[in-house]
Structure formats: structure tokens, C-alpha cells
């Protein structure tokens, strides 16, 4: 009998977790692969990243590299030197990598060098903003891997315009998707319990109802690393705040810029805007569901409201996600827009979509038969 084929997958950050998880079930139940989890430790967080495992029921990793936080290139080094013995000590027969962080381009780099197949899950995304540290992440991994699964019919025309051969191009669907579905049960559960928050007392909330509030995560340079401009976005947020509770868990990367700009007194100011540390993955799931928007500048968000069908906000010039807005409910907006776009939401005129092609919750199901077919 063969021996299995080795498959390496890499997850580095909390963005990957959600699409690590439901790859990691469906390889398991697979005859033909042998997965090994490596976490690169890229996200700084220990006990989010703990917590993010344990919710989602990601085996624990076979191999953390623990290379913590640094700049880029630093923590792209880091990676690449220790991912290399991973590579040469375990001989995979091939690297998956998801998503766009450093450990995604530093982790295809390495493999690809040493001659491994290479597998970009989440490849072709394209927000053409090379400002954005992860559109190099995205451009560098695609233009070195071997295999292509992309999440909507736009990234296989660009992954073809780019070059790539369309035989190694495979739309899958979204694994977040898959991880949304498979943990919504959990995610209904643990709604009545969210009284008490990390801290965060949401019982003013039953002044509304329970779902008559936002939700607001913030943390990209281009919105928190200003001072006039983090303050211009507290006050609108702060405005609207008052004529509706909105849920603030903060990054850890904009509670330093608040501090550092001493914005913090401005943003206690506002009783309604009610801020919360960083939550686990099923916390925030539950107040997403059941929240009247999101204000956010996150790439990976954009998808999982979209499927929720809840009107989402987003503060940045440009989507790597254009499908979330030709399909879903994800409206690109300007700092100055917040007011009067939360006012048309809260007047139930809020952009709604429906889910795309393949975003079924099956997703995984559909890459391991297509690893199968293919190795």
C-alpha cells in the first residue's frame, strides 16, 4: 500500500483559523493525505489565537514556530528560516497556504525553492492597493504556487490573466463560510449569555432590544495610524452612537493609537459606544448575527455578513472582495458617509445580497476531492 501524502498547511493568523478548520476535518477523513498543522505563531496574541483553536476544534498543531510579533520583514524572516527545517525535517509532497499574510508569501517562498508543490487556497484576490502590506502577500504567493482555489469567478479571470493555466484553477466556494456554517448551532447558543462580555456590560442593550445595536472593528493604518483622522472617525461613531449602542471590540493595534494620540477620554465620552477586548471567534459570530450592521475595514468580515445577509460598511477605497458588494451586502463608504449611511440602515433602506456560488458551507469538501484528484 502507498504511504500517504504528506500535506503541509499553514496558518499564521487569526484570519486563517476559520479556513484552516474545516480543511483540517475533511483531510482527516481522507485515505490518501497525511496533514500537519504548522502555526507559524505570527498572530502576537497567544490567548485569542488559544481560544480561536479550541472554539473552531482545530487539532492542536503539530508544529508552532513561535515566531510572535515584528516588523514585516523581520517577522517574514523569522518565518521563512524556521519553516525551511520544518520543510527539509518533515518532507512534505506539498504546502497549503491560505489567506494573505506574511506567513502565506514567506511559507509559499520557502517551498517553493525547495522544490515543494505549492497550494494558495483564497488566491486571485486583487484590491490593486499596493499601500496594503497584503495585496504584496497575495501578489507574491500566486505569482510562485502551483495550484490555485479562489472564491469567486473574478480571481480565476485574474489568476488567467496573470498567466496561470486554467487547469490549476479551482473555484471552491469560502471556507469561512464553512466554518459559519458548521459552528451556527454554537453560535445561536451562546447568544443569551452574552450579558457580561469580557468585562463589557451589555445590559443597556435590553433598553433597545437585543438586537437593536452595531458592531465596529477598526484596526487598518489607513483609519487608526492619523490622529485627526482616528478622531474624526470617534466622533461620527460617536454620533451615531447615541441614537444607537454600538459594540466596539477593540484591536490591540487601535487601542495603542488611541492611547498614543490620547483619544481615549473623546471615546469614553460617548455612553453608547461601548468598547470590549478582542473576542473569541463564536462571541463575535453571535453579535454579528444579530447586530443591525457592521462598520469595519476587514477583508474576511466582508464575506461571512454577506452570508448573513447583514448591511455592511466598510471604511477602506477599495474591496479585494468585489463580490461581497455585485452580490452581497458590503457597501464601500467614506469616513464623512457613516452618519447618513447608518441613518438609511436604521430607516431599513441598508444594502442587502444573497450568498454567492458555492458558499455553502461545502467548500473544503470540494478542495480535498480536487487535492485527490490531483496528487
Not at 510572535?68 to 497549503?96: N, W, Y
Not at 497550494?119 to 507574491?140: F, K, T
Not at 459594540?247 to 465620552?269: M, V, Y
Request: charged share 25%; with cysteine; net charge positive.
Amino acid at each position: 500500500m502507498n504511504s500517504k501524502i504528506k500535506l503541509i498547511l499553514v496558518a499564521g493568523a487569526r484570519p486563517n483559523f476559520m479556513k484552516i478548520a474545516p480543511l483540517m476535518f475533511e483531510l482527516k477523513k481522507s485515505d490518501k493525505f497525511k496533514p500537519v498543522l504548522v502555526h507559524t505563531g505570527q498572530h502576537y496574541d497567544e490567548k485569542m489565537s488559544d481560544l480561536f483553536f479550541k472554539q473552531l476544534g482545530i487539532p492542536e498543531p503539530d508544529i508552532n514556530l513561535g515566531v510572535g510579533s515584528a516588523s514585516h520583514a523581520v517577522q517574514t524572516a523569522r518565518i521563512m528560516k524556521k519553516f525551511e527545517k520544518v520543510c527539509i525535517d518533515e518532507e512534505p509532497d506539498a504546502v497549503l497556504v491560505v489567506g494573505d499574510v506574511n506567513s502565506t508569501a514567506a511559507c509559499v517562498l520557502v517551498a517553493a525553492k525547495l522544490n515543494i508543490k505549492t497550494i494558495h487556497y483564497e488566491a486571485g484576490l486583487r484590491s490593486y492597493d499596493r499601500r496594503m502590506p497584503e495585496e504584496i502577500n497575495r501578489i507574491v504567493t500566486d505569482s510562485i504556487s502551483d495550484y490555485f482555489f479562489t472564491t469567486s469567478p473574478s480571481a480565476d479571470e485574474i489568476l488567467v490573466n496573470e498567466g496561470k493555466k486554467k487547469r490549476n484553477i479551482f473555484m471552491c466556494g469560502d471556507l469561512m463560510i464553512d466554518s459559519l456554517v458548521a459552528n451556527l448551532k454554537k453560535v445561536k447558543k451562546i447568544a443569551p449569555k452574552l450579558k457580561l462580555l469580557n468585562g463589557l456590560q451589555l445590559n443597556p442593550l435590553s433598553e433597545f432590544g437585543i438586537s437593536n445595536y452595531g458592531l465596529m472593528t477598526i484596526h487598518r493604518p489607513s483609519n487608526v495610524d492619523n490622529i485627526n483622522h482616528l478622531a474624526e472617525l470617534i466622533k461620527y461613531v460617536g454620533n451615531v452612537s447615541q441614537k444607537i449602542p454600538i459594540i466596539f471590540p477593540i484591536h490591540p493595534r487601535t487601542l495603542k493609537n488611541i492611547n498614543r494620540f490620547e483619544l481615549r477620554g473623546k471615546l469614553d465620552s460617548y455612553k453608547g459606544l461601548m468598547v470590549s477586548d478582542p473576542l473569541g471567534y463564536l462571541e463575535f459570530m453571535s453579535l454579528l448575527k444579530n447586530s443591525k450592521f457592521l462598520l469595519s475595514d476587514s477583508g474576511g468580515i466582508q464575506a461571512e455578513t454577506t452570508w448573513l445577509n447583514i448591511p455592511c460598511l466598510t471604511l477602506r477605497e477599495n474591496t479585494e472582495r468585489p463580490l461581497t458588494i455585485t452580490k452581497g451586502s458590503n457597501k464601500l463608504i467614506k469616513i464623512e458617509n457613516i452618519e447618513d449611511e447608518i441613518k438609511l440602515i436604521l430607516e431599513g433602506k441598508g444594502k442587502k445580497g444573497k450568498a454567492p456560488e458555492f458558499w455553502d458551507g461545502k467548500s473544503a469538501e470540494r478542495i480535498v476531492k480536487f487535492l485527490e484528484s490531483v496528487f
